[in-house]
Antibody
Framework: QVQLVQSGAEVKKPGASVKVSCKAS????????INWVRQATGQGLEWMGW????????GYAQKFQGRVTMTRNTSISTAYMELSSLRSEDTAVYYC???????????????WGQGTLVTVSS | QSVLTQPPSASGTPGQRVTISCSGS????????VNWYQQLPGTAPKLLIY???QRPSGVPDRFSGSKSGTSASLAISGLQSEDEADYYC????????????FGTGTKVTVL
């Protein structure tokens, strides 16, 4: 069965960076884009960007341009999201999700990781 | 910030029908398909409806989606206690460099 398993919770100081991993299993890792979505406590969902595990191509939400980097290691079917220059407003649960849309105007996430809590505090 | 607008809350008694609206614009709902996610307390979101009205395998047919113009809606018929959750609509938005936008979220309470 398809699974996305994320790394554990992190506590970081303002100005630091965090790197969250997302290990995929149960399907061909390079066949589906991986997206990252975050959710601050008690708030809604916010899309951060996508990565194509086959090509390594990425697309980031304008809000995170320059601060986020999405990469992968195909040999271990793992995607990574690194966010730099952390501030308190970045405290949130970060999710990876598999994108399954079959055509350009159909874009949706059929499997999600369990989430990784990143706390930014001095 | 969310660009898809949903009512903050909705409620109903067991067995009732509840409808949640999602209002967008020509660059998102007007141009692309709409999806709905269910998020139970303390868990990751789960895909409920994709491509406006398609249910993934395992999703009960009590859940249905529709879209018209720049708005969409999710209906839950025969409301059950386990349906108490947050619901988010979402769609790709063609503005700027393109981004995936979520709705503001609706908390469904089963009375």
């Amino acid at each position: 069965q398809v699974q996305l398993v994320q790394s554990g919770a992190e506590v970081k100081k303002p100005g630091a960076s965090v790197k969250v991993s997302c290990k995929a299993s149960g399907y061909t890792f390079t066949s589906y884009d991986i997206n990252w979505v975050r959710q601050a406590t008690g708030q809604g969902l916010e899309w951060m960007g996508w990565m194509n595990p086959n090509s390594g191509n990425t697309g980031y939400a304008q809000k995170f341009q320059g601060r986020v980097t999405m990469t992968r290691n195909t040999s271990i079917s793992t995607a990574y999201m690194e966010l730099s220059s952390l501030r308190s407003e970045d405290t949130a649960v970060y999710y990876c999700a598999r994108e399954a849309g079959a055509y350009a105007s159909s874009y949706y996430f059929d499997y999600w990781g369990q989430g990784t809590l990143v706390t930014v505090s001095s | 910030q969310s660009v898809l607008t949903q009512p903050p809350s909705a409620s109903g008694t067991p067995g009732q029908r509840v409808t949640i609206s999602c209002s967008g614009s020509s660059s998102n709902i007007g141009s692309n398909t709409v999806n709905w996610y269910q998020q139970l307390p303390g868990t990751a979101p789960k895909l409920l409806i994709y491509s406006n009205n398609q249910r993934p395998s395992g999703v009960p047919d009590r859940f249905s989606g529709s879209k018209s113009g720049t708005s969409a809606s999710l209906a839950i018929s025969g409301l059950q206690s386990e349906d108490e959750a947050d619901y988010y609509c979402a769609a790709w938005d063609d503005s700027l460099n393109g981004l995936y936008v979520f709705g503001t979220g609706t908390k469904v309470t089963v009375l």
